[in-house]
C-alpha cells in the first residue's frame, strides 16, 4: 500500500476511535444517570464506531484484504481483538436484514427491546425475551444473540487510538 494511503487509513482509524472514546464516556454518563434511552443510544453509537474500526482491520471485500492486514501490522493489531465484533457486524451494516432473521426465529415476535439490568436479574426469562441487554455492571452486552464486552472493546480501541497517533507522528509521508 502506498505510504500516503497507508497514513491516511491510520488517520482514519484513529477518527474512529476518537469517537468511539467520546461514545463511551457519554455511555457511562447515561448509566449513571440510570438513563436507559440514553444508554440504548450511546451503545449504538459505541457499536457504529468501533465495527467501523473492524472494518477498516478486517473489511469484507476480499480485494480490501490486503489493506487491513498491512493495517493491521503496522498497529500491530492481533486477531483476537475486541475490535474484530464479527458477530455484531450484520447487526450495524445491515439492520433491516438482521433484525428480519431474527425476527422469524422468534416463537412470537413478543419482546422487549432493551434490557438494563445485571445478568442473572431476570433468571429464567428466554434470551430473545430482549432484543438488546446490557449489563451495566460489566458492560456485557448482547443484541439478537450476539455479544460483546463494551468494556474490553473500549479498552482496545483507547490502545488502538494511541497506537495511532504515536504511527502517524513517525510515519508522515510528506
Known amino acids: ?10 488517520g482514519e482509524v484513529r477518527r474512529e476511535c476518537r469517537l468511539s ?3 463511551n464516556t457519554e455511555l457511562r454518563g447515561a448509566l449513571a444517570a440510570l438513563d436507559p434511552e440514553r444508554t440504548a ?10 465495527t467501523a474500526v473492524s472494518r477498516l482491520l478486517w473489511p469484507d471485500r476480499p480485494a480490501a484484504a490486503p489493506r487491513g492486514e498491512t493495517l493491521r501490522q503496522a498497529l500491530n493489531v492481533d486477531a483476537s481483538s475486541p475490535i474484530r465484533l464479527p458477530g455484531l457486524l450484520k ?3 445491515q439492520p433491516d436484514e438482521a433484525f428480519e432473521t431474527w425476527l422469524h ?30 449489563d451495566p455492571d460489566t458492560l456485557e452486552f448482547n443484541l439478537r444473540g450476539d455479544t460483546a464486552n463494551l468494556a474490553r472493546t473500549s479498552e482496545a ?8 497517533d504515536l504511527w502517524l507522528r513517525t510515519h508522515n509521508p510528506w
Open 157 to 164: 480501541l483507547l490502545r488502538l487510538e494511541n497506537a495511532c
Open 21 to 23: 472514546r467520546l461514545a
Open 91 to 93: 447487526h450495524v451494516f
Open 105 to 134: 426465529r422468534l416463537p412470537t415476535p413478543d419482546y422487549l427491546d432493551f434490557n438494563l439490568m445485571p445478568a442473572g436479574t431476570l433468571a429464567g426469562s428466554r434470551q430473545d425475551t430482549f432484543q438488546a441487554s446490557l
Open 41 to 50: 443510544f450511546f451503545v449504538r453509537a459505541l457499536l457504529t464506531h468501533a
Open 1 to 10: 500500500m502506498d505510504a500516503q494511503f497507508l497514513f491516511r487509513f491510520v
